[in-house]
């Protein structure tokens, strides 16, 4: 077992479920090394389950997540690194809606104009592990047609700086909702932390999303996590980073969409610089040639925007020297054992 | 020869090179179900060929492109189809640049600070087509990379409605400087006409460009451009759209970038609704989950994003009742018959 | 009559009334020194004279302008001088409407959106020139109320630059649709020459607007304008300009709102910085506690943002070496002319 | 004494500064009806006191507010009203600075540019309050001014609503670093009530500063603040609103400053669809001819904008019942009595 992360199993349950980051107590402890797995509720808190439930009826709140754990030894100034081992639905089904007044097709509380909202309406989709499909079906009319599975978690954060408690629908340095499709299994994600022992929650799974997630609503549904939790001392993060097996990601959460835009492209031509040694204007030069961007919503209260570039233009330079490989390593491990020797637990529920 | 459409051979020269969009006469005419073969020159006009050749000492003017061009029979209300079968580079570099005051990461005349300029900095890649790619070389110090070749035009349009003229820098619905790398060869551009004989031009290659061109340039070049030209008969387009083999793409241009990112998905959602007899609201939501959207530009005067779907995911549904298949068919046989058989030109030059 | 302005009449018909800034035959010349005289239609160009005239019905065009009126001796690189001596509405009723997808409050074709647009609803203004006041009337209800009568032109330009042609509509550094209330009698524009004799237009007059123009419509009214011009040779202007007796004001036009304001902003930092001999930062400072700002419109295709500061604040300092106290001067002068000696011509005409 | 308010005195302590709105226990009870007295401190905690303490060398925290005070029997969905009896300068000099990356005409965290910082400047301004005025000092150079002055305070604010805790540097709904001119004495006041007592805040004193503070700063200095607090039950407000004699006022915060544009002229639109009885459309149609904007902050994390209109333009109604005239005479009867009669306290104390 020597090298092999422990496991740290957590059950969900509903005061496990919070609506901000910061400002709460821990609901358990990850070490630096270790596993996490859990679950999480869809941004309905399950409370919408037929298209009949409409979600400004049937709901309090919104956009539950699971935490705040505590990572011992993390300190101001050092970065958090989750690895997604796994994001696997749940649930067989997965609700979206339009919610009135929300959403990048429709005035909002923040672009508001006169016009009363539009209908709210629920679609439900059938998702299927096996197939890695999900299932449309329009509410009018008997269109039906499948879509890939791309499970995602929107939201994940720490606790945001300067004593700040900040709604879980906001995304910004802190991480939060962010709602990029790219945060998906096999992937890293970095945070800087902000106060003592980091306090990181996780939720709002998606079955998948559009890249800006027009309406405002992915596929939301409720997701078994498995995460390895590292902690980078010393080297801060200023925004919100992903690291994958061939690529690496700034995001930028800001309004208007330009400047989630402009902070994503700049910090990846900052973090090109200093992994390459190039000088600024030439990173700024080269990911402008072959830098990747996309948005990840435009419809929470801060949008966001992320850039890419491909870790072989930078010609193999990794991030927080090589921590994302090293992560996958023990994942694949620990996998490795589950399936072929002693597993140290297991995830097979559904939730209901 | 039945069946094959005629080619339109244009040779470039210096007269034909235009600065705007409207208010020009034509420099020839090409039929509706002609193709056309010229070339475009880069956007510094080749002045600038080597690292020491300042944009802002060695040009006067910026973004040339060729044309217009005449399409008789095109009137207002109609669509200008223009499908793209080879945009080849025509010399072996390329060029881009820092330029002051221009880019998405430097105060400019309208995001006015009271930064002096970032250094104006020129760029030189190496091109090759035989291997598809060109090389990236850094300015201080040694690094360089091979970034896969991806050619482009960054501006594509026909004259603008209301009897405007606008600069061949701006785009807007009329197409122009769209600065998008989805303008690539197999494409087919949609652009609705505004004057009789649509009027358009083209030009701006660029050998490749990353997503939302950040530093404001591309990797600029000459290019040899095979185009077949159509005409959709009373049918409007309200913004720029492009088809590929296997997706739809609308185009909005405007700031800030969230109103780009509108345009193009309130594009995409009422074109998918139209192909497919979906409400509206079905449609914004099989959007929502199956789009994809990225930026252009985020530099040109207006900000330009396009909006992506699958057409697997509209059953097959096309646009404009097939005319995309229709052109890269035809583009097909000219293509045999040029290779086998008695070719009506040659594109063999490279431009000095 | 040495010293006294020669007064050139121009009598509005309906050829004298164009829809673009640039691209056009000049209907007149006025000589640097002389006084214009001539009369604009309302943005509907008169054809909105009940409330049952909905524009969208009865209009073709929007912000019909009079002009282009040459200036010999205007080049690029020069300034032109406009000083307004009278703005005076040409009949006693003014309209105003809601126009569909047009305004700060409701989806447009930039911010599109999938609501339907708001009810397109005419009012009806009584305007009292004696009394100096305007009547509401509201549509629905009996309430009305007086309005101060303040009258302006929404609409002063000159040909724009880069051979480009724009529709009135627009307002940007070349002037056009500027849409602001400060643009009252007794002012003086200053707008950048950009082409040889300026080409000038004015039109769109409103007995009054709020600042920002909410609804995208003023209190549209013909008016009768005298406008002295001058030309400041060898002196170019990088963004409208007004000078009133006590105040400088810089004009942004952008999009998004904040571009309009920091445009604005700068040069009014920098042109206080020019004629105080300020360093830009101690400017800076100053124009932040001193300097006023509010918006002329947020509805246009570029929004509009005006920057003040007293010229108290500056010790008297004015733009252009006094130009606008020597204009306002020989317009007290002419006035005085009129009023007690050989008038050079009535305006007394209302127009129907 | 019956029908005069109690006065609660309250001696700013270090303990009673904070940096953050929601969060925090009472400093003490105000019970609606009473009038506080107590201090701010400045933007820089005092620790900037001449023009060599740089605020990035000085400073570990920015912006603190005295409080938070609870008002017993505030609920959510009530409105809290303060109404500024007094806001005097407890100092007789003001500092201003340009701060690394924060301002409209720099390059920021959010609008992230490669550009380093614009040199950080402090300048010191005399406050006169006999004369009412402030002297403004170039630091290069020996220009000199005088200005008004015109004292206010640039933060107030309630806990925010979803148990949120925003930074002291924030403004949003609850109120918060407004940053404008018009909350000066005389006016009041009206926040929306999110949490059990209401908990508010104060500070961040102005001697003045210009309409959307360009530079980031104002001309900060503590203050001496009389404010009168009432509750109006059972009546909730959407977003700060600001009433005087003669005015109301709607404070929208968002970015970009269009979206702060529509939020205070959607809330100004409805409110006085409420007052008068208008239809919204006819409402909306009144406050765009009469309604004044301008902006109050253009650099905090949500810019600020304002929406006014004349209540002699809405036949005198005003808002909430008459509270602002009632809280007035109040405080002028309070005034009387201190002047005349048995003064309940002093606020003669100079802080240093």
Redesign the interface.
Known sequence: MSGLPKVVEHVLTEPDLT??F??RYPIAEVLPGQVLRTSTEDCFSGAVRTVDDLPSKVCQQFNPVTGPFRVPGAEPGDTLALHFMEIRPARDWGM?A?FPHFG????T????????A??E?V?QYDIDTTAGMIR?R????D?T?E?PLDPMLGTVGVAPA??????SIVPDVHGGNLDTPELRAGTSLYLGVNVPGAMFSLGDGHA????????????ETAMHVTVAVDVIKGVPTPCPRIETDYQLISI?A??????A???S???L?TWTAQL???????A????????????GN?CDPN?T?H?AIDTA???GATGYGGVHQRLRDLARGLLATELFGTSPGTMSGTMR
Not at 162 to 167: K, N
């Open positions: 609506y901000q910061g400002g979206s339009t990048a097709l429709t005035g509380h923040t672009t508001a104009m006169l016009h009363p539009l209908p309406i679609w449309y329009a509410r009018r009319g269109y047609v879509l300067a004593d700040e408690v900040r709604s998948r999303q559009g890249q800006g997630e027009v309406c405002g609503v992915g596929v930028g800001a309004r208007p969409l330009e400047d835009f402009r902070i492209q700049h910090d031509v390459t040694g190039l000088d600024p204007l030439d700024y030069q080269l990911v402008s040639q072959a830098g990747r961007a996309a948005p435009v949008y925007m850039a233009v930078l010609h």
